[in-house]
Every structure is written in C-alpha cells, then in structure tokens.
C-alpha cells in the first residue's frame, strides 16, 4: 500500500431519503476523525442515486453532498458497479461499501479495511454473527437469519469458502477487486454472489465481527413473497453457477 492509502465509501442510494443525511453525516463525522488520518487513511464517500422516486436526490443537491445520479434505475447490482467504476477511475486503493439506510456504522471502518492494509485479505466482510449476542446487536428476523445460513452453506459447498454472513452489505475490497466489480458484478442481488464469484477467483475473503443496526427508516426492497424469490433465485444462481465453473476447472485439467 502507499504511504496514504485512498478510501472511498460507497453508498448505493434508492428512495432513502429518511436516511442519507445521517447516513453522510455519520460518514463524515468519522473521516475527520484524528484516529483516521494517524492510520494513514484518507477517506472520501460516493452517494450513488439510482432513479430514487422521493426527495433523496433533491437532499444530496440541499445538502451539498458527493454524488452519482444515474439516468435509469440500475438496481443495486448496477447501482453498485458504478461506484466500483468511479473508485477504479479516481484511484482509489480500497471501496467500501456502506448501505444508506442507517444499518451500518463507520466506527468499523478501521476493521473492515485493516486486513486489506495488512496484506491479509482481498475481501473482508462485515458480519453480524461473529459478534456476541446483545441488546445492542440486531441480526434480522429468525427466517432471514436461517435463510442466510442456507446460502452460506450453498456457497461453502460451490465456493470453498465458509461466510456466516453471505448477504452482509457492509465490505470492504481492495485494488484487484475494485477493478474485477467495475467490470463483472452480479446485478440482482450481488452480495452471495459476488462473494461465490471471488471466492471462485481464488480471492483471500475475511469476516470480522460488527454490530449493525436495524433499518432507520423507509422499507426493505426484500420483503413478503419477495423474500421467497430472493431465496429460490439466488440458491439457483449459486449451484449453477458453481457447477459451472467446477466442470470448466475439470475440463482444463490435463
């Protein structure tokens, strides 16, 4: 790394505008901090506004914040390889993504990136479950949290790799990996399988342990039958996929 390693957070942003102003606010609460630039880290955010339909453009121009406004809706696979784009354009040395509604908190930025600084991860994931149990700590609803244990599993058994928390959105990718998402990132739902697709790549991928919040406001884009969907979705995306790639690893061995 150089002597100033280059941080951008990104922030996918759809209909968040209960949330984005404290969202940013947080952010840059946290980048000022002495703690940060004593680390030799220098950060900067990207609020990507994919079509939002309420006022969460019109607070990111009242606000003066950073941002992308993209002409049609994307969504988050698309919303996110954007940034992924920006970062690699403006050279930045890792991304961080950061949701914008409320759940997560910078104060981890400084684990989710060490790894990386250290040479010890591509990848490293914020997760919910390698925490303690606490008033404090929210992990979701029962059947999300066995859903996600079942697409853990799924790409351990396709991937190599055991993540207890697959569908965590809260991450952090170094240089290799900004420029492999700025070109090839799953569109639908790009947490699990952007991870199945890294792990596939040989990526060196590290949990560490945070604690998230629970959504601050607006609503959940997964939720009731969709949940269902996402679940059947993107089970069949992992073990095609997987398959795939396990018989074209065959086919190329002498």
């Known amino acids: 790394m150089k ?3 280059r941080v951008i957070i990104l922030i996918p942003c759809f209909n968040e505008a209960e949330n984005i102003e404290a969202v940013v606010q947080n952010i840059q609460a946290h980048a000022k901090n002495p703690d940060v630039s004593a680390a030799g880290l220098s950060m900067d955010y990207i609020i990507i506004n994919d079509c939002s339909t309420d006022e969460s453009l019109e607070k990111c121009a009242k606000n003066g914040f950073n941002y992308l406004d993209l002409p049609v809706n994307l969504g988050v696979g698309g919303c996110m390889q954007t940034g992924y784009k920006y970062a690699l ?13 409320g759940q997560h908190n910078p104060l981890y930025f400084g684990d989710v990136v060490g790894p990386i600084i250290q040479g010890q991860a ?6 919910r479950f390698l925490t303690p149990k606490s008033a404090d700590a929210f992990r979701s609803t029962g059947t999300r949290r066995l859903g996600i244990r079942f697409l853990s599993g799924l790409i351990h058994l396709c991937g190599g790799h055991k993540i207890y928390d697959a569908t965590s959105g809260y991450r952090a990718v170094g240089r290799q990996y900004i420029e492999y998402f700025a070109h090839h990132y799953a569109q639908d739902y790009p947490e699990p399988e952007s991870i199945l697709d890294a ?5 060196r991928i590290k949990e560490v342990p945070v604690l998230m919040r629970e959504r601050q406001g607006g609503k959940s884009s997964i939720t009731g039958a969709a949940t269902l969907y996402y679940m059947v979705k993107v089970s069949l995306y992992i073990l095609l996929y997987g ?7 065959k086919g190329q061995t002498p």
């Open 3 to 5: 002597e100033v390693c």
């Open 89 to 101: 354009e403006a050279g930045y040395d890792i991304a961080i993504q950061h949701d914008g509604d």
């Open 122 to 127: 591509d990848i490293v994931i914020g997760s």
């Open 199 to 203: 792990s596939l790549r040989g990526a």
């Open 243 to 249: 398959f795939a790639k396990a018989k074209e690893k």
